[in-house]
């Protein structure tokens, strides 16, 4: 039973393997840029935008994170109603919740980054490459819209 369970395991790492390679092979992510400004610059547009969109929401994740460990640490501490609770205040307390808020929207633009990237990359092979590879239903993803009323996120499916 054990020697079963070894030779399966075994199978599907060769067979995960396999796939990988077929499906990182396609195209490592300079040729795909190289190709996209080819043959399909409003994808590539796309593209870039999915990273500029990522690598901005990366930077606020890390920016919220840090402003988050400073408002921490510089913010004056009081007890709530007698009780071992501890409320961050003053200016220390106020860096806290504005790096928290920075890091959940953050997290919001850089997941929305990496779903275009993935969609247009998916599109890109669909149309001039390799379609064995590349799902026919796009993911789901965030997107994040504004208008004159304010901001809003969706989750399209």
């Known amino acids: 039973m054990r020697n079963l369970l070894l030779v399966c395991i075994g199978l599907v790492f060769c067979i995960e393997k396999g ?11 300079v040729e795909l840029q190289q190709k996209m400004i080819m043959n399909a610059p409003q994808l590539y547009n796309k593209h870039k935008k999915g990273v500029i ?14 402003a988050m460990i400073v408002g921490n640490i510089t913010a ?10 501890d ?9 806290h919740k504005v790096g928290y808020v920075s890091a959940i929207i953050g997290g919001a633009v850089w997941i929305t980054g990496g779903s275009i990237k993935r969609n247009t990359r998916n599109s890109y ?22 208008s004159s009323n304010g ?7």
């Open 125 to 146: 092979l669909r149309e001039f490459g390799n379609s064995a590879i590349v799902p026919v239903q796009p993911a789901p993803y965030f997107q994040l819209n504004a």
């Open 151 to 157: 901001l809003g996120l969706a989750l399209v499916f």
């Open 87 to 95: 409320e961050l205040s003053g200016t220390g307390g106020v860096i």
């Open 76 to 85: 004056e501490r009081k007890e709530v109603d007698g009780d071992k609770m």
């Open 19 to 29: 796939l990988a390679q077929d499906f990182g092979r396609s195209l490592s992510r």
């Open 53 to 66: 969109l990522s690598r901005v929401g990366m930077g606020i994740v890390i920016g919220g994170g840090v």
